[in-house]
C-alpha cells in the first residue's frame, strides 16, 4: 500500500507558477513510476506528466509541454509538479498517481495507475 498526499495547490493569477509536491508513504517509493493527472470541472480526468522511478524517463500533456516540469526526490519520497505560464484552462484539481509497471515505463493511462492521492486544487484567475 502506498499512501499519497498533495499540496502546495492555490489560486494564481494567469502567467504566474505553482509548484506542486507529493509525499509518499508506505511502500519503497524508488519501486513506483509516478505520475500527475488533472481533472477540470465538468470534464474528465486527463494525464499531464509522468516520470520514471529513477527519473530518468519523462512523459508530458501537449497541453503542459514546456510549461510544467515533473521532477522526484527518492531520497524525500516526493514528486514534485513545478507548473509555469499558468492559464484559466489549467484550472483543475490536481491528482498524483503511482503505478509498480516495469522501470522505464511512463504511462499516460489511469487505469495503469494504481495509488492516488486526494487530489489538490489549482486556480488560475485570468
Known amino acids: 500500500q502506498v499512501q499519497l498526499v498533495e499540496s502546495g495547490g492555490g489560486l494564481v493569477q494567469a502567467g504566474g507558477s505553482l509548484r506542486l509536491s507529493c509525499a509518499a508513504s508506505?511502500?519503497?517509493?524508488?519501486?513506483?513510476?509516478m505520475g500527475w493527472f488533472r481533472q477540470a470541472p465538468g470534464k474528465e480526468r486527463e494525464f499531464v506528466a509522468a516520470?520514471?522511478?529513477?527519473?530518468?524517463?519523462?512523459n508530458y500533456a501537449d497541453s503542459v509541454k514546456g510549461r510544467f516540469t515533473i521532477s522526484r526526490d527518492n531520497a524525500k519520497n516526493t514528486v514534485y509538479l513545478q507548473m509555469n505560464s499558468l492559464q484559466p484552462e489549467d484550472t483543475a484539481v490536481y491528482y498524483c498517481?503511482?503505478?509498480?509497471?516495469?522501470?522505464?515505463?511512463?504511462?499516460?493511462?489511469?487505469?495503469?495507475?494504481?495509488?492516488w492521492g486526494q487530489g489538490t486544487q489549482v486556480t488560475v484567475s485570468s
Open positions: 516520470i520514471s522511478r529513477g527519473g530518468a524517463k519523462l
Open positions: 508506505g511502500r519503497t517509493f524508488g519501486n513506483y513510476g
Open positions: 498517481a503511482a503505478h509498480s509497471l516495469p522501470r522505464a515505463v511512463v504511462p499516460s493511462r489511469e487505469n495503469e495507475y494504481t495509488y
